[in-house]
């Protein structure tokens, strides 16, 4: 049985992937990654952190996942990350997504935040995500 986890991180890539106007605020290639790519060039997106809960019920055995991605956008660019985020959002708040093995209960975005990293000054907008899965 796959994770619910890497069901739903399958489904957003699947979502996210089908996305002609997605594609086209990243440069022409979704580029959703696990792990930054090696020298990757801002704009790309990452799963970040995830949190996976149990809520089972009498006759369902489920998960709440608290899940985010992250878009990072060059120096100078935060319109360029915030757009690829609301876009994000636009595409997976309240999305039907079909997962391997789980049903997909619900699916919100909870928040949306910008900071710059003090370091690169790279901008980083976080979409935070809320779901609920049972197993199939």
Same mark, same amino acid.
Do not use: C
């Given at each position: 049985? @796959?994770?619910?986890?890497?069901?739903?991180?399958?489904?957003?890539?699947?979502?996210? $992937?089908?996305?002609?106007?997605?594609? $086209?605020?990243? $440069? *022409?290639?979704?580029?959703?990654h696990?792990?930054? /790519?090696? +020298?990757?060039?801002?704009?790309? +997106? !990452?799963? $970040?952190?995830?949190? +996976?809960?149990?809520?089972? /019920?009498?006759?369902?055995? *489920?998960?709440?996942?608290?899940?985010?991605?992250?878009?990072?956008?060059?120096? *100078?660019?935060?319109?360029?990350?915030?757009a690829?985020?609301?876009?994000?959002? +636009?595409?997976?708040?309240?999305?039907? !997504?079909?997962?391997? *093995?789980?049903?997909?209960?619900?699916?919100?975005v @909870?928040? !949306?935040?910008? /900071?710059?990293?003090?370091? /690169?000054?790279? @901008?980083r907008?976080?979409?935070? !995500?809320?779901?609920? @899965?049972?197993?199939?």
């Amino acid at each position: 049985m @796959t994770s619910p986890v890497l069901a739903l991180r399958r489904a957003i890539l699947d979502q996210a $992937g089908a996305d002609a106007e997605l594609i $086209g605020l990243m $440069g *022409g290639a979704l580029r959703l990654h696990d792990e930054p /790519t090696r +020298a990757a060039e801002p704009v790309y +997106a !990452l799963f $970040g952190d995830v949190t +996976a809960e149990d809520w089972s /019920t009498d006759f369902d055995r *489920g998960h709440e996942q608290a899940l985010s991605v992250v878009v990072w956008a060059a120096r *100078g660019s935060a319109r360029t990350a915030l757009a690829v985020a609301e876009r994000f959002a +636009a595409i997976l708040d309240d999305a039907p !997504l079909a997962l391997e *093995g789980h049903r997909l209960v619900n699916l919100r975005v @909870t928040e !949306l935040a910008s /900071t710059r990293d003090k370091d /690169t000054q790279l @901008t980083r907008v976080s979409l935070s !995500l809320l779901a609920v @899965t049972e197993t199939a």
